[in-house]
């Protein structure tokens, strides 16, 4: 099934340590997205790329880092986690910048101790 | 600032009708969107409405008001399956989508 692949589905992290949230997408969609879901907030923007190559800064980009090598591939990275980075992780991603349906990932439930 | 506001829980009755509302402040509006939540699981996408009016797809139907800021969902002859939460977004004048907290719609028998 097409779609998109998030890994792993659940993590515990010692603070200080860094983790990087892998996410693959088969649609050969070019624009795609991190957003972290805490209860009571909406989903929050952490970075984007809207094609290969690029990438820009959401709404919470601090102490998360991007790369987007290829169409396929947008892995997230925290390079020290800290406690208030416990959150669950979606990977999304569309056929353009702009373009109207989201298709999300299943998430990464992540735990900073 | 930007604003999604939504209720946080609504209850409903397998068979009957419900709407859930949506009020927005944002700068700028390049559409709205609704998506469907299941607990534990990835958001997906119900419906988009950029222009007034009702749009109805099946059960569902979403509803769009730009002059009051305010769009409601409106789902017919409930299933237990729509047991989940609903998110409200807006997309703003950059093109950014806003999110509101979503509505968790319990739907009891």
């Known amino acids: 099934t097409a779609g998109i692949t998030q890994a792993p589905t659940s993590q515990i992290l010692a603070a200080g340590r860094s983790m990087t949230l892998r996410c693959t997408q088969d649609m050969r969609h070019n624009a795609m997205y991190w957003y972290r879901q805490d209860l009571g907030l909406g989903l929050r923007l952490i970075h984007y790329s809207n094609t290969a190559g690029t990438t820009g800064k959401g709404e919470v980009p601090d102490g998360y880092s991007v790369s987007r090598a290829n169409t396929d591939d947008f892995p997230l990275t925290l390079a020290s986690a800290v406690p208030s980075q416990t959150s669950v992780y979606f990977c999304a991603s569309s056929e353009a910048e702009g373009a109207n349906v989201l298709t999300f990932g299943a998430g990464s439930r992540l735990t900073v101790l | 600032g930007q604003n999604i506001d939504q209720p946080t829980e609504m209850t409903a009755t397998e068979g009957a009708i419900v709407q859930i509302n949506c009020t927005y402040q944002?700068?700028?509006?390049?559409?709205l969107f609704w998506y469907q939540q299941h607990a534990g699981e990835a958001p997906t996408f119900l419906s988009y409405n950029v222009l007034d009016g009702l749009e109805e797809k099946g059960r569902f139907s979403s509803f769009l008001s730009r002059s009051k800021g305010y769009s409601y969902l409106l789902l017919k002859e409930l299933q237990m399956k729509d047991s989940a939460s609903y998110l409200c977004a807006v997309r703003d004048s950059n093109y950014q989508l806003i999110w509101g907290a979503g509505t968790k719609l319990i739907i009891k028998p």
């Open positions: 944002t700068s700028g509006f390049n559409g």
